[in-house]
Each structure stands twice: as C-alpha cells, then as structure tokens.
C-alpha cells in the first residue's frame, strides 16, 4: 500500500476524490496525513471527517519560507508518506526541500502545461482564444508549476464557455487524471525524477493521456 501526504490551501475535492477512491478499493493507498497552510482549508476538514491526520501549518508562525518548509516536511516526512501529493498547495517551496524529494512529489494544476502555470488558467485559456484546455500532473521541481510532465486530460473548449463553467467541466477530469497517476506510481509502473518521466521503464517524450 502507497502512504499518500495531501498538501492542500484550498477546497480539498482532490483529497475527497482519492479518499472516495481508496475506500471504495479503487485504489491501493492510504493517505497518512493531510497537511495545509490555511487553517480554514476545506481539506483540512474533509481529512478529519475521514479520521485521517490533518495538520494546519502556519506560514505566520514561522520567521522565514525555509523555516515553514522545515516544518512541514518534517512532519510530511514524521508521517511516513512515500508519495507527496500537492493539490492546490498555494505556497511557493523552497529549492532544497523540494530537490530532496523530487522523485517522490507530484503537483496537479488546472491548465495544460507548460502553458499556463501560476493562476487563473481558465480565463487566461478563454483570452488566448484556446480550443483546449486541460489539467496536468507533473514532477515537482524548484521552479513554479514546472518539472516533467507526468500525465494530461484534455477538454474542448465551448464558445459559451466562461472560466466558471471551463473549470466545473473540467474538476471532475482532474479527479480522474489525479487517481490514474496514483493508481500507475501505486503500481510501480510510473516512476519520475527531475530530468524525466518513465512509464513502463520506457522515457516519455510526452505526457501520458488521460480520459
Ligand atoms: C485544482 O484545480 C487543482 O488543479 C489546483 O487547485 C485546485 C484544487 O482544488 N492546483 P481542490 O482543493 O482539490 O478542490
């Protein structure tokens, strides 16, 4: 069983997403600690509903960036977790805990990268008059909404479409894409680091597709 960490500022339909899954054995996981920045994270109280260990962090406490992410990973790393998940985590880490984990830390963000990184990627796919829009998971490296490209879905864009009904479309694909490269790593058949992404031992020359 892969021991999962959630890094989560916001909702936590993610983090709902991979508990449904893993209850429902659809997944061969277990998430072992849900963690946030933001005391009032719907994700926070979704993992305590589930009895799973939630622990806010708060940036505040904390004299500088190094010494909050010191204090998250220890407690990501106290956990036990294999496999850290961020899902709509909205602080910037610092390079040297995330090139220690590099191999073992995926990110899910809501545009079809490397357009779009950073926020508002709905509206920003509408203005540049996109036909495609998409969600992406990728390797984490130092750099924002960067690192090899894991795995994509993709959706048309409708002309009626508004950021709004773009993103509600697209929530549920970003479930499915998040549980498929889970399920893969799981699996052992995914495996990643800084430089490159391989599926089956074979080097991805692109992202893998989903849905
Ligand atoms: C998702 O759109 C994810 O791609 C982005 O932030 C959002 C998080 O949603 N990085 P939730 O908190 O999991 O509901």
């Given at each position: 069983?892969?021991?999962?960490?959630?890094?989560?500022?916001?909702?936590?339909?993610?983090?709902?997403?991979?508990?449904?899954?893993?209850?429902?054995?659809?997944l061969?996981?277990?998430?072992?600690?849900?963690?946030?920045?933001k005391?009032?994270s719907?994700?926070?109280?979704?993992?305590?509903?589930?009895?799973?260990?939630?622990?806010?962090?708060?940036?505040?406490?904390?004299?500088?960036?190094?010494?909050?992410?010191?204090?998250?990973?220890?407690?990501?790393?106290a956990?036990?977790?294999?496999?850290?998940?961020?899902?709509?985590?909205?602080?910037?880490?610092?390079?040297?805990?995330?090139?220690?984990?590099?191999?073992?830390?995926?990110?899910?963000?809501?545009?079809?990268?490397?357009?779009?990184p950073?926020?508002?990627?709905?509206?920003?796919?509408?203005?540049?008059?996109?036909?495609?829009?998409?969600?992406?998971?990728?390797?984490?490296?130092?750099?924002?909404?960067?690192?090899?490209?894991?795995?994509?879905?993709?959706?048309?864009?409708d002309?009626?479409?508004?950021?709004?009904?773009?993103?509600?479309?697209?929530?549920?694909r970003?479930?499915?894409?998040?549980?498929?490269?889970?399920?893969?790593?799981?699996?052992?058949?995914?495996?990643?680091?800084?430089?490159?992404?391989?599926?089956?031992?074979?080097?991805?020359?692109?992202?893998?597709?989903?849905?």
């Amino acid at each position: 069983m892969l021991k999962l960490a959630v890094l989560a500022s916001g909702r936590g339909s993610n983090l709902q997403a991979l508990i449904e899954a893993i209850d429902a054995g659809e997944l061969d996981a277990g998430i072992v600690g849900v963690f946030s920045d933001k005391a009032a994270s719907g994700a926070l109280v979704i993992a305590r509903t589930a009895g799973i260990p939630a622990l806010h962090i708060d940036p505040k406490a904390h004299a500088s960036r190094a010494a909050f992410d010191a204090a998250l990973f220890a407690a990501v790393d106290a956990c036990g977790a294999e496999l850290i998940v961020c899902a709509g985590f909205m602080r910037i880490l610092s390079p040297e805990v995330v090139a220690a984990r590099t191999s073992r830390m995926i990110n899910i963000h809501p545009s079809l990268l490397p357009k779009y990184p950073g926020l508002h990627t709905h509206q920003r796919a509408l203005d540049a008059g996109d036909r495609e829009h998409g969600a992406s998971v990728h390797a984490v490296i130092p750099a924002l909404d960067a690192g090899p490209l894991i795995a994509q879905t993709r959706i048309a864009i409708d002309p009626a479409d508004s950021p709004e009904s773009l993103a509600a479309r697209l929530l549920p694909r970003e479930h499915q894409l998040l549980l498929q490269v889970v399920r893969w790593i799981a699996a052992g058949r995914l495996r990643f680091d800084a430089q490159a992404v391989h599926f089956d031992e074979r080097r991805l020359s692109e992202p893998l597709r989903v849905g």
